[in-house]
Structure formats: C-alpha cells, structure tokens
C-alpha cells in the first residue's frame, strides 16, 4: 500500500503521499490521455451496498455508488458534498478527481449472498452518475447489473449518460429476471446553456436518443426534468418545448424539481451565474434569500401551476408505478410505497426536501439529480 501510494504520489503533484495513503482502500491512481482532465483513484471498496436511513422519503432502501466525483461536472450537483474527502473540494476536484471503487461488483456478491439480504430494490445514479467518462474505462455497472440480477434484486438507474445504451443488452437480459427501472436526467433544452452548466455532460439530444433506444429495447422510461432553472429554462414555451422532445422520445413520464442550491453548492453556483448570466443575480437572490437552499415557496407554486398543464398535455404524468421516485406521490397512492410518511409528502416538495424532512438528523440523505 505505502509503495503505490508513493508511485501514485510522484505523479500527483496536487496530492500529498500521507493524503493518499490516508484515502481508504486506496489501489493506484491513474491518469489517461483518453481521459483528459480527469484522475482516476482506484480503490478497493469494503462495502457495496449503502443504506437509505430509516424513515427517508426514498422509494428504495439501498443505493450503490460504484464512483466518487463526477466528471459531469453540473455547476448545480447536489452531490458535490460528499467529496468533502481527503483534500478535495466540492468545486473542480469533485469534477476531476473520482475515486473508483474496482471490487464494487465483487463486494456486492458477498453481500448479496448473506440470508439476511431482502432483495430490495437497489438504486444507482442517487448519488454520483454511475454512467459517468470513468464508466468507459473501468465497466463496473455491467458486473453490478449481472449481479444484482442473479441474486433476484430489483433494479434501477438514473443518469445522465447515453453509456447506457452499452448496457441495454445486459439489462435487458436482467429484466428477464428482475424488474428494472431506467431513469433519464434531462433538464435544460438549450445547447449552449446545457453545455455550460453541465459542461461535462452527453448534449441533450444525445440523451433524448439514449431514451428512444431504450424504449426500442423495451423499457419504460422516466424522465427528471431537475432542476428547472429559474429564468433559463422555466418559461411555458421552454418547459412546452422540452416535454414536447421528451414525449416524441418515447418516455413515459416526467418528475420535475425546482433548482435547490445547498450550501456546498450555492457559492459555486452563483460564482457561474455571476460569470455566464451576471443581469440575473438579483432575481436569484430574492428566490434565494441568505441562506435559503430552496426557491421561495410562490417560486414553487408558480412553477408547478405552469408546468403540470403542460406534463398533461403531453401525457408525462406520473401513473402511479410502483417504486416510482415520483417526487409528486397524489396523496391517494399514500400506501403505494407502504408508508404513510411518504404519502404524507408535500405536493410541492422536491425529492430532497422531502428526504430532508424525514432523514433523522445528522444523517446524510442519498440525492437525486
Ligand atoms: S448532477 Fe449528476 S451527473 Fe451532474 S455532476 Fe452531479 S452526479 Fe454527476
């Protein structure tokens, strides 16, 4: 361990060898030229499978979160908390340095095998994109979807990479056994704003692809339009034109949220507004006031008295699946999820406050983007 992370270390100059030898599990870390940018820190997991804290507001009770960082890199990540870690900050270095977890698939199995384990849906993509650049390289989700599969666990994913269609064969194979749920960020119609704002991203139509072929290959597939960004993308004819390429897609319905900035990432977010849309910071700064993490309420309202007419206009309701993560349960379906809590959650609350109401407190909660 001590001499690769001395060899990691020579090449790292950002890093310092007792950092790198403090980093769990730690393998090697890798830069490629076929990943510019990037720096890849293998190591070796010791656990798989994470839990979703009792009480959460989550449809699913476990999560999996194969990489650390994400080179997708939107400005608005929620995630860029968790990589409080070592030395990395929350800003470039979750974009560029990601931690791989390489035994994920083979830590999984152990766990998997334990009687004790329920076969409850397992979730990917709550935290970091597990179709993220790193993806091409180290192909962990193939291993992780087999896996999960043979043991008879339900699936689902949600992401913002068209990597995904490399998997559809062997999630198609795995929905012969399992049920599997396939889940498609997309939130900003716009070219150049998407490219600026999720500057490491697949460009929007190059998503709306992967949902037409993961439709052509038999999946219902939901689409999360979150967050809509105030005065970018949450005009009627933007939200009109954007469901309109959602539904042409193929997907089957829309969860949509609100920007909520956190702390961790409320000073990045508007460090980029300030850079890209300087004449819109005082109007983000009456929708978020001091230290408010979400919009104000008649921000929310408004925005979902706007966009619910346009969801059924092009038939993206949510139909009440079960084990769907729709943020916007109908209070009828309260016990769809076999919980009054979750039933109980607020029309107008995003998943993750809604999740932050539930979470006991000083829990970290698992987020969606
Ligand atoms: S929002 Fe999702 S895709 Fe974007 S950086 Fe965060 S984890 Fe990655």
Same mark, same amino acid.
């Given at each position: 361990?001590?001499?690769?992370?001395?060899?990691?270390?020579?090449?790292?100059?950002?890093?310092?060898?007792?950092?790198?030898?403090?980093?769990? *599990?730690?393998?090697?870390?890798?830069?490629?030229?076929?990943?510019?940018?990037?720096?890849?820190?293998? !190591?070796?997991?010791?656990?798989?499978?994470?839990? !979703?804290?009792?009480?959460?507001?989550?449809?699913?009770?476990?999560?999996?979160?194969?990489?650390? *960082?994400?080179?997708?890199?939107?400005?608005?990540?929620?995630?860029?908390?968790?990589?409080?870690?070592?030395?990395?900050? +929350?800003?470039?270095?979750?974009?560029?340095?990601?931690?791989?977890?390489?035994?994920?698939?083979?830590?999984?199995? #152990?766990?998997?095998?334990?009687?004790?384990?329920?076969?409850?849906?397992?979730?990917?993509?709550?935290? +970091?994109?597990?179709?993220?650049?790193?993806?091409?390289?180290?192909?962990?989700?193939?291993?992780?979807?087999?896996?999960?599969?043979?043991?008879?666990?339900?699936?689902?994913?949600?992401?913002? *990479?068209?990597?995904?269609?490399?998997?559809?064969? !062997?999630?198609?194979?795995?929905?012969?056994?399992?049920?599997?749920?396939?889940?498609?960020?997309?939130?900003?119609?716009?070219?150049?704003?998407?490219?600026?704002?999720?500057?490491?991203?697949?460009?929007?139509?190059?998503?709306?692809?992967?949902?037409?072929?993961?439709?052509?290959?038999?999946?219902?597939?939901?689409?999360?339009?979150?967050?809509?960004?105030?005065?970018?993308?949450?005009? /009627?004819?933007?939200?009109?034109?954007?469901?309109?390429?959602?539904?042409?897609?193929?997907?089957?319905?829309?969860?949509?949220?609100?920007?909520?900035?956190?702390?961790?990432?409320?000073?990045?977010?508007?460090?980029?507004?300030?850079?890209?849309? /300087?004449?819109?910071?005082?109007?983000? #700064?009456?929708?978020?006031?001091?230290?408010?993490?979400?919009?104000?309420?008649?921000?929310?309202?408004?925005?979902?008295?706007?966009?619910?007419?346009?969801?059924?206009?092009?038939?993206?309701?949510?139909?009440?699946?079960?084990?769907?993560?729709?943020?916007?349960?109908?209070?009828?379906?309260? *016990?769809?999820?076999?919980?009054?809590?979750?039933?109980?959650?607020?029309?107008?609350?995003?998943?993750?406050?809604?999740?932050?109401?539930?979470?006991? /407190?000083?829990?970290?909660? /698992?987020?969606?983007?």
């Amino acid at each position: 361990m001590a001499s690769s992370a001395a060899g990691a270390a020579s090449t790292l100059p950002g890093l310092e060898l007792t950092e790198l030898a403090a980093m769990p *599990g730690h393998l090697r870390t890798v830069r490629t030229p076929e990943f510019a940018g990037a720096v890849f820190h293998e !190591v070796l997991a010791k656990s798989a499978l994470n839990r !979703v804290p009792a009480g959460s507001a989550m449809p699913f009770s476990w999560t999996i979160n194969p990489y650390r *960082g994400c080179s997708h890199a939107c400005v608005y990540c929620f995630a860029r908390g968790s990589h409080r870690y070592l030395d990395f900050d +929350t800003g470039r270095d979750f974009d560029s340095q990601i931690v791989v977890k390489v035994n994920v698939a083979e830590v999984l199995g #152990r766990e998997l095998a334990k009687p004790s384990w329920r076969r409850e849906m397992v979730a990917l993509g709550t935290n +970091t994109d597990p179709y993220q650049r790193a993806e091409g390289r180290y192909r962990l989700l193939p291993g992780i979807i087999e896996t999960l599969a043979a043991s008879g666990t339900p699936i689902s994913i949600l992401t913002k *990479g068209t990597l995904l269609r490399r998997d559809l064969p !062997v999630l198609s194979e795995a929905a012969k056994r399992v049920p599997v749920e396939l889940a498609m960020s997309i939130a900003v119609g716009d070219h150049a704003l998407q490219q600026s704002i999720e500057p490491g991203t697949p460009t929007t139509r190059a998503r709306l692809d992967t949902v037409a072929a993961a439709r052509a290959a038999g999946f219902g597939v939901d689409v999360f339009v979150m967050p809509v960004l105030p005065y970018l993308t949450d005009s /009627p004819a933007q939200l009109d034109a954007l469901l309109r390429d959602i539904r042409e897609a193929g997907a089957r319905s829309v969860m949509y949220g609100a920007l909520h900035l956190r702390s961790h990432v409320k000073p990045w977010f508007f460090a980029w507004l300030e850079r890209e849309h /300087p004449e819109l910071l005082p109007g983000y #700064r009456k929708l978020f006031p001091g230290a408010s993490s979400k919009a104000t309420q008649a921000y929310r309202l408004e925005l979902a008295a706007r966009i619910r007419p346009l969801m059924r206009k092009h038939r993206l309701e949510y139909a009440g699946r079960a084990h769907s993560r729709d943020p916007y349960p109908p209070v009828a379906a309260a *016990g769809a999820h076999g919980s009054r809590r979750r039933g109980a959650v607020q029309l107008d609350a995003e998943p993750r406050e809604a999740a932050a109401v539930f979470a006991p /407190p000083g829990v970290p909660e /698992p987020t969606l983007f």
